[in-house]
């Protein structure tokens, strides 16, 4: 068969299981997210090994150190994956929730029913542990799900399916509910994404290009955000311990993940005392600094930052740095550099802080807190689909809700229309 009609295939699979996924009891639905997790406690042994086949090929392949973190399937993140599928399965069933419901001068009542949306497309590249996040809040919020991994994770990724289809044959669900794409042909995702006829939505989860390709193309509705040009702004209010914590936490907790610091914004005022600790321990790490003429003032040894710099997305041990007078500037330079991702303000000044969480146009906006926050298991989603920077349907951390919909319900009594 080849990819065309094997996508199509999957598709009408698809359709056809997420009407059964659709009408899944709660307690169905629970019962196979469980039993993935069980059968991925199961077969761990099974799973690292075929991620170090992928680990091996990718080395063999020149991935860089980013990627190849990105697919590592650890012990930590093993137990994350289960700890994911626990949790989603004790978060409250968002389908069929009616909402809103009041009476009408004419007698009927009008509410609003949460629905799923159907077919979800995920495409995604590196991160195997996106087919688990994927598949659960799929299948918890009642859609069905094709899902199509990165080359390089494929040994991991069919393992991981197979686990998924356990889970999903001991709750007595169909397993075309949740399935994984055996093909590395790079021709799936332009069918995958031109599919109206069986896809309602896709969510890309990988790098610039990719998601720009996919929003090009697709016929289908997209949830995405293209990159992550994350900022934390050093108030000249800040709490010095904190400010310095948590520049250095947002910005080397890992380096490859799109709620990342890749630009670093310090008030003036405290600049001198701050920038100095902060560029010492960045040394430390192995971070390299980039500043405006006003920092690389204070910090001799940080390279001149362009403006190119402003709009990057190192994803690697790379640090851009800038001088602002007060917050007025800070806020200009994130809304106009930045994704509209996850940006944070370190103050004790909630007056100011407040106006911050108030005027950056972001999907995530904090006070006192690292960026890498921005996630779906920190946020108590469980998990997420991904991160949307689009304001419409969804924003932020796609949780089960954003995996629905509403319609309208009406409840009447034999009322009729005069």
């Known amino acids: 068969m080849d990819v065309t009609e094997y996508m199509k295939s999957l598709g009408g699979n698809a359709r056809k299981a997420s009407r059964a996924v ?26 690292k090994a075929a991620n170090q086949r992928d680990m091996q090929r990718g080395r063999d392949n020149g991935l860089d150190a980013a990627l ?13 994956m289960i700890e994911g599928l626990h949790q989603v399965a004790a978060l409250p069933d968002p389908v069929g929730e009616i909402t809103d419901l009041k009476y009408r001068p004419s007698g009927i009542q009008v509410g609003k029913m949460r629905v799923p949306l159907g077919v979800i497309g995920i495409i995604y590249e590196s991160r195997p542990n996106v087919t688990i996040e994927a598949a659960s809040l799929c299948l918890k919020s009642g859609n069905a799900a094709i899902l199509r991994g990165g ?4 040994e991991a990724n069919q393992a991981l399916a197979v686990c998924i289809t356990q889970g999903l044959a001991a709750a007595g669900l169909p397993a075309a509910a949740v399935q994984v794409v055996e093909t590395t042909d790079r021709a799936a995702v332009g069918e995958l994404i031109t599919m109206p006829e069986y896809v309602d939505v896709i969510v890309p989860r990988g790098g610039k290009g990719l998601i ?30 904190k400010a310095i914590n948590i520049a250095i936490n947002a910005k080397t907790h890992r380096y490859g993940t799109c709620n990342t610091m890749e630009t670093l914004l310090v008030h003036q005022a405290v600049a001198a005392e701050i920038l100095p600790q902060l560029a ?24 001149v930052a362009s403006e190119e710099d402003w709009h990057s997305e190192y994803l690697a041990p790379i ?19 930045g994704s509209h991702h996850t940006d944070s303000i370190i103050s004790e000044n909630y007056t100011l802080a407040r106006r911050f969480l108030t005027e950056v146009d972001s999907s995530s906006v904090m006070i006192n807190a690292s960026t890498r926050f921005a996630d779906g298991f920190e946020y108590g989603l469980g998990a997420e689909i991904g991160i949307s920077t689009d304001k419409i349907h969804a924003r932020g951390p796609v949780g089960l809700d954003g995996l629905t919909s ?6 009447g009594n034999g009322e009729v229309r005069n």
């Open 319 to 337: 640090l851009s740095i800038k001088l602002v007078d007060d917050m007025d500037q800070a806020i200009e330079h994130i809304n106009h550099y």
């Open 280 to 303: 010492s321990a960045y040394a430390d790490i192995g971070v390299e600094l980039r500043g405006c003429e006003a920092t690389r003032a204070i910090l001799s040894d940080a390279l």
């Open 406 to 411: 509403q319609k309208y319900v009406v409840l």
């Open 68 to 80: 190849l973190d990105r697919l590592e399937l650890t012990d930590d993140r093993i137990d994350t």
């Open 212 to 241: 720009e390709r996919i929003s090009r193309d697709a016929k289908v509705t997209v949830i995405k955000h293209l990159d992550g040009i994350c900022h934390v702004y050093i108030d000249q209010f800040a709490d010095k311990t």
């Open 151 to 154: 080359s390089e994770a494929i």
């Open 22 to 47: 659709a009408r899944a009891s709660t307690q169905d639905k629970n019962a196979a997210l469980l039993a993935i997790a069980d059968a991925i406690t199961a077969q761990r042994d099974t799973l």
